[in-house]
C-alpha cells in the first residue's frame, strides 16, 4: 500500500513564505512611517528657521532706523552691537537655509523651485548685508542715512520673497505627507490582501492535507493493527506503537491550530498599529491645512485694507485729468512699487499762475503714503490758504512745517522726509519759474536735445545740524510746443538689462530725446514700454512718478 507522504516539509516552506511577506509589509511600513516623521521634524525646523527670517529682515530695518536717529555715540555703540547679532544669526540662518547646512541640523537638499526662489531673493539680501556691513564701519549715526535707505528699500522685497519661500517649504511637506498617506494606504491594501491569499492558498490547504494526512495514517495503523492480529507474539509491542502514533499526531495537530491562532492575533495587532499611525499622520495633515486656511485670511485682510487705503489716499490727490485738461498735451506714468505709492503730484492754479509739484517721500508702502496726504494738505494750506506763491518760499514753509509737523515735543524725532520738484508757469509772462529740493526739472524746447535744471541738494523735512538749506529758484522763458518734466528717482533706479544695473538718469533723458517728437500720449506708452522691458523679472525698486505737459 502507498501512504502519502509527510507534508511537513511543504507546510514549514508555506508558513515561512507567509510570516516572512508579511514581516516585509510591516518592516516597509515602519522604514515609510519612521522616514516621514525625521522628514517632517526636518521640515518643521526649516519651515520655523524660514519664517524666523522674515522677522529678522524686519528688526534689522528697525534696528537700522534706531541707529541712524541714536541720540549719542554711546548709544550707537549700545544698538550696534545689537545690531551684530541680529545680522550675524540673520545671515547665518539664510545660509543654512540655501545650502540646507548640517550644522543647523538642516540635513537634505532644497528643490528646484526653492533654489530658484533664493536665487531671485539674492540680490535683495546681498543688497541688505553689504549696507548693514557698510554701517557697522560708522562709529556715529553721521553718514550711514544712504545705508538705511538701502536696507528699507529691499527689505520689503526680500521680505515678500520669504514668505514665498516659507509657503513652498510648507507646501512641499505637505506633499511629501499626501505621498505618505498614498504608500500607507497601497502597503495596507497589500498586507490585507496578502492575509487573505495565505488564508486561501496555504492554510485551508494545509488544514486539508493534515486532514487527509491523518486519514491516511489512521488507516496505516489499522492496517498494521490486522497484521499484528495475525502475529500473537508481537500484538502488545503493535498496540503501543499505534497508541503513541495516534498521541504525537494529535499533539501535532493542537500544536499546529495553536500556532496559527497566535498568528491571527499578531496579524490583527499589526493592522491596528498601521490604523492608528495612518489616523495621527491624517491629524498632523488636517493641523498644516488649517494654519494655512488661517495665514491666508490674515493675508487677504491685510491686502484689502492696504487697497482701501489707497482709495482714500488718491481721493485726496488731484484727479489727473483735471491736470492734464489744462495744458496742450501731457501725460502722467504712476507706478507704485506696492499697492499704494510713495510718490505724489499735486497741481494749483490760480489767475494766471498754474503750480505743479513732484514729489517723492521716504520709503514706501503704508509709511510713505502718510507722508503724501501730508504733503498734500501741507501745500493746500501754504499755497492756497497762506497765499504763498514764491516757489522758493513754498519749500521754505513747506519744510520748517512738516519738520515741526514730524517733530513735536511730545513724541520721539522723526527722520522722515521728501524731495520735491515745483513749477510755476505765469502764463502772461510765458515764464517758468523752478525750484527743486534734491529733484530736477527737464526742458524740452522745439528739435533741440533735453535741458536738465538741477535742484538743491537739500530735501524736505530732515534737518542735520551742519546743513543749512537753500532752495535756489530758476527763472525760464517758454514757447508754445516747450515740455516740462517732473519725475522722481524710481525710474532711473530700476534694476535690470543684461547686466541687472540701475537704468540711470543719461538713459532716461537719451528715451526723452528719442520720443521728443511723439505726441505726449505716444510718448507714454514708450517710456512705459522702456522702463517694463530694462525691469523684465525683476522686482520693481521703488515706486515710479513722471509728469510731462506740453505748453
Same mark, same amino acid.
Given at each position: 500500500m502507498n501512504y502519502q507522504k509527510s507534508p511537513k516539509k511543504r507546510l514549514t516552506t508555506s508558513y515561512v513564505i507567509a510570516l516572512s511577506l508579511i514581516a516585509l509589509l510591516s518592516i516597509a511600513s515602519q522604514v515609510v512611517i519612521r522616514t516621514v516623521l525625521a522628514k517632517q521634524e526636518k521640515d518643521a525646523r526649516v519651515i520655523n528657521i524660514s519664517g524666523r527670517q522674515r522677522m529678522l529682515s524686519q528688526k534689522i530695518s528697525k534696528m537700522a532706523l534706531?541707529?541712524?536717529?541714536?541720540?549719542? +555715540? !554711546?548709544?550707537?555703540?549700545?544698538?550696534?552691537? #545689537?545690531? $551684530? /547679532?541680529?545680522?550675524?544669526?540673520?545671515?547665518?540662518?539664510?545660509?543654512?537655509?540655501?545650502?540646507?547646512?548640517?550644522?543647523?541640523?538642516?540635513?537634505?537638499?532644497?528643490?528646484?523651485?526653492?533654489?530658484?526662489?533664493?536665487?531671485?531673493?539674492?540680490?535683495?539680501?546681498?543688497?541688505?548685508?553689504?549696507?548693514?556691513?557698510?554701517?557697522?564701519?560708522?562709529?556715529?549715526?553721521?553718514?550711514?542715512?544712504?545705508?538705511?535707505?538701502?536696507?528699507?528699500?529691499?527689505?520689503?522685497?526680500?521680505?515678500?520673497?520669504?514668505?514665498?519661500?516659507?509657503?513652498?517649504?510648507?507646501? +512641499? !511637506?505637505?506633499?511629501?505627507?499626501?505621498?505618505? #498617506?498614498? $504608500? /500607507?494606504?497601497i502597503l495596507l491594501a497589500i498586507t490585507l490582501i496578502s492575509i487573505l491569499l495565505e488564508a486561501f492558498f496555504i492554510f485551508r490547504p494545509a488544514v486539508a492535507a493534515i486532514d487527509k494526512f491523518l486519514n491516511e495514517t489512521m488507516q496505516r495503523g489499522l492496517a498494521l493493527k490486522e497484521a499484528h492480529q495475525s502475529l500473537l507474539t508481537s500484538n502488545l509491542e503493535k498496540e503501543t506503537v499505534e497508541k503513541e502514533l495516534f498521541e504525537q499526531l494529535q499533539m501535532n495537530h493542537n500544536m499546529q491550530l495553536s500556532y496559527n491562532k497566535d498568528l491571527e492575533d499578531k496579524i490583527e495587532e499589526r493592522t491596528r498599529e498601521i490604523e492608528d499611525q495612518k489616523e495621527e499622520i491624517l491629524q498632523q495633515s488636517n493641523e498644516l491645512l488649517e494654519q494655512n486656511e488661517v495665514v491666508s485670511k490674515v493675508n487677504k485682510k491685510l491686502t484689502d485694507s492696504i487697497s482701501y487705503a489707497k482709495k482714500l489716499q488718491q481721493s485726496i490727490f488731484s484727479k489727473r485729468e483735471d491736470i492734464l485738461e489744462q495744458f496742450v498735451d501731457g501725460f502722467i506714468i504712476d507706478k507704485p512699487r506696492d499697492i499704494i505709492s510713495g510718490d505724489f503730484y499735486w497741481y494749483y492754479s490760480k489767475d494766471d499762475i498754474r503750480f505743479i509739484v513732484v514729489a517723492d517721500c521716504t520709503g514706501h508702502g503704508v509709511s510713505a503714503a502718510f507722508m503724501t496726504i501730508i504733503g498734500n494738505l501741507l501745500l493746500n494750506d501754504i499755497v492756497v490758504n497762506q497765499k504763498v506763491v514764491s516757489p522758493k518760499e513754498i519749500l521754505n514753509f513747506l519744510d520748517m512745517e512738516l519738520y515741526a509737523l514730524m517733530n513735536l515735543k511730545n513724541v520721539e524725532k522723526i527722520s522722515d522726509g521728501m524731495d520735491i520738484g515745483l513749477v510755476t508757469i505765469n502764463s502772461e509772462k510765458r515764464e517758468i519759474e523752478f525750484v527743486g529740493a534734491k529733484r530736477p526739472l527737464y526742458v524740452a524746447s522745439g528739435n533741440e536735445e533735453v535741458k536738465k535744471i538741477e535742484g538743491s541738494k537739500s530735501t524736505i523735512g530732515y534737518h542735520t545740524k551742519d546743513t543749512k538749506k537753500e532752495f535756489e529758484p530758476t527763472l525760464l522763458t517758454y514757447q508754445k510746443g516747450d515740455r516740462l518734466y517732473l519725475v522722481t528717482d524710481g525710474f532711473q533706479d530700476q534694476?535690470?538689462?543684461?547686466?541687472?544695473?540701475?537704468?540711470?538718469?543719461?538713459?532716461?533723458?537719451?528715451a526723452l530725446n528719442r520720443t521728443n517728437g511723439f505726441d505726449m500720449i505716444k510718448q507714454k506708452k514708450v517710456l512705459e514700454g522702456v522702463f517694463d522691458k530694462w525691469k523684465g523679472s525683476n522686482e520693481q525698486t521703488d515706486d515710479v512718478l513722471v509728469l510731462g505737459v506740453e505748453l
Open positions: 534706531q541707529l541712524e536717529t541714536a541720540k549719542s +555715540e !554711546s548709544q550707537f555703540a549700545e544698538l550696534k552691537s #545689537e545690531f $551684530i /547679532e541680529v545680522i550675524e544669526l540673520w545671515s547665518s540662518s539664510h545660509h543654512g537655509l540655501k545650502e540646507r547646512s548640517e550644522a543647523m541640523d538642516l540635513q537634505g537638499e532644497n528643490s528646484e523651485t526653492v533654489t530658484k526662489m533664493f536665487e531671485g531673493i539674492a540680490v535683495n539680501y546681498e543688497s541688505i548685508f553689504d549696507a548693514s556691513n557698510k554701517i557697522l564701519e560708522f562709529e556715529s549715526p553721521d553718514g550711514i542715512e544712504e545705508y538705511v535707505n538701502i536696507i528699507l528699500q529691499n527689505e520689503a522685497s526680500f521680505l515678500r520673497q520669504m514668505n514665498v519661500i516659507t509657503f513652498q517649504y510648507d507646501h +512641499e !511637506s505637505t506633499s511629501r505627507i499626501k505621498e505618505v #498617506e498614498n $504608500i /500607507e494606504t534694476f535690470g538689462g543684461n547686466n541687472e544695473s540701475k537704468f540711470l538718469q543719461k538713459r532716461f533723458i537719451d
